[in-house]
């Protein structure tokens, strides 16, 4: 699976903003998928992640309420809405996928991850 994240830019605090992670290669309707993101001088986090079917839904308690990722499996793609962002989102935010179906939101479960997409929220 090849996964290409996008929609990154730069908000001020309390916008919004969409990323996009398209997929190609393999049948994307057989994988979970997953955001996660690295801050400036942190280790990378887990986000959000999707079931197959869109059906289940998991986040971060840090973003709960605020992010919310969908997927789209006729067009090979998942989406990350992100409103009332804080300058703590600031971070480049990455598309993965497991080797199963099933939901992993470590990052040592994933095994396809696409380049980074910048988010910057300004104070």
């Known amino acids: 699976v090849q996964l290409q994240a996008s929609g990154g830019g730069l908000v001020q605090a309390g916008g919004s903003l969409r990323l996009s992670c398209a997929a190609s290669?393999?049948?994307?309707?057989?994988?979970?998928m997953s955001w996660f993101r690295q801050a400036p001088g942190k280790e990378r986090e887990f986000v959000a992640a999707?079931?197959?079917?869109?059906?289940?839904?998991y986040y971060a308690d840090s973003v709960k309420g605020r992010l919310t990722i969908s997927r789209d499996n006729a067009k090979n793609t998942v989406f990350l809405q992100m409103n009332s962002l804080k300058p703590e989102d600031t971070a480049v935010y990455y598309c993965?996928?497991?080797?199963?179906?099933?939901?992993?939101?470590?990052?040592?479960?994933?095994?396809?991850w696409g380049k980074g997409t910048q988010v910057t929220v300004s104070s």
């Open positions: 999707i079931s197959m079917n869109g059906g289940v839904t």
């Open positions: 993965a996928a497991p080797r199963s179906g099933a939901i992993v939101i470590v990052e040592a479960g994933m095994i396809y």
């Open positions: 290669g393999h049948t994307f309707s057989s994988y979970s």
